[in-house]
């Protein structure tokens, strides 16, 4: 793992730089997929087809770190049960999200960066996507030697899965329903063509090994007729909510959101989620210590809140300000997802920040990102990372990493990819 003394360095940072000796098995990864999937040959075809899906190394991380995150957490899922914070994001919520039917929204997920003292919180969001994969890929991760694989021990399968079962009854009885949902739909626009297509086969057969019918389905396909929800002929009685649409109002989502309305099906996460936890206007309430006062939170929690960098609102009245103080800023549209639109301000163009200017924009402060380096063909390589929390009611499901390169996330970086995450 490197013979650097470790000195002054934490032992984390010092394995996410030196250590190269622990890689992935992907031939392991993929033979669990495609013993979970319907399809193995279409699960080999879709593996193939991202190759940058899992990084070639893992993550570390200091203990310390993961239990400060786990308190942002803690701390931002108590301040949106607070009446005086519901209050101001509903403000600007669509009435949809007014509809309060009882569950908590499964696999959360908290994006962080830890290239500072502390960790920072960069995003939540209420549709984490890879899951099921970073449970997948932490199993088959091998250490390259009996010593590292005894200080490493790989996440129990058991555990996640126990859960996550755990997490979804909990989400049907919220709502009031009895006994155990009997069919669950797994929801997206055309969710074939999706990156994380492969994901929904394992979530599909995760739920078939506990006895429920699971379809993967566009919701354009979905029929509610008579107070049920339908696929195909099948009554559904919960779904697991990947959409992008937050409020359920886009073309086609018409028969999905009759049905959320009438509490004809558990849907979960859904737009009350997302108005509570996860619109990018909200960092701006989190990051300010003034408002905090005001939503019964500890001493402890309140100070967990200094995680959440600065957030501004953008608009044309302080769009002359803003780009004077643009370097110091990371600009994300208030109801974006996956990176799309997002400007670094030290090389947003003048075109752009017309768009921007505009308004419907955050100005979120920069946090910069530590640093994972991966041989790759031979050469070693600095790669970016940021740490995603996957919870359940402030509960750590699992931990996971994507490592990349450029300015956000993404999943075309060689050597990059989600990464499993040991605490050290």
Known sequence: MGEQELGADDPDTVLNRECFCITLEREALHSAIRAEADDPELADALLAARPHLFSQAPVFLARRDLSAMLEVVAAIEAAAAAPAFQQAVLAWAPEIARHDFGPRGVFMGYDFHLGGAEPRLIEVNTNAGGAFLNAFLARSQAACCREAEAAFPTASADAFDDSVWTMFLSEWRLQGRAGRPQSVAIVDDAPAD???????????????????????????????????????????????????????????????????????????????????????????????????????????????????????????????????????????????????????????????????????????????????????????????????????????????????????????????????????
């Open 194 to 424: 999706q990156y994380l297509f492969p994901e929904f086969l394992l979530a599909q057969r995760f739920f078939r090994r506990r006895g429920v019918e699971a379809v993967i389905v566009d919701p354009a396909a979905l029929q509610f007729v008579d107070g049920r929800l339908s696929s195909r002929g099948l009554a559904i009685d919960l779904v697991y909510n990947r959409l992008v649409d937050f409020n359920l109002g886009a073309e086609g989502h018409g028969a999905l959101k009759e049905a959320y309305l009438a509490g004809a099906a558990v849907v979960t996460p859904n737009p009350r989620h997302h108005a509570l936890l996860a619109d990018k206007r909200n960092l701006r309430l989190l990051s300010d210590p003034a408002n905090s006062g005001a939503w019964n939170l500890s001493a402890q929690q309140q100070r967990s809140l200094k995680a959440v960098p600065r957030t501004v609102l953008v608009g044309p009245e302080n769009a002359d300000t803003m780009w004077t103080a643009r370097k110091d800023f990371f600009f994300k549209p208030a109801g974006g997802h996956g990176g799309k639109a997002v400007f670094r301000g030290d090389k947003i163009t003048r075109g752009a920040w017309a768009e921007v200017s505009r308004g419907g924009f955050i100005a979120q402060e920069i946090a910069p990102p530590s640093e994972r380096r991966i041989r790759i063909d031979g050469e070693i390589r600095s790669l970016k990372l940021d740490v995603r929390l996957y919870t359940y009611r402030s509960d750590l499901l699992i931990a996971a990493a994507r490592v990349y390169q450029g300015q956000t996330t993404n999943f075309r970086t060689p050597g990059g990819g989600f990464a499993p995450v040991y605490a050290v």
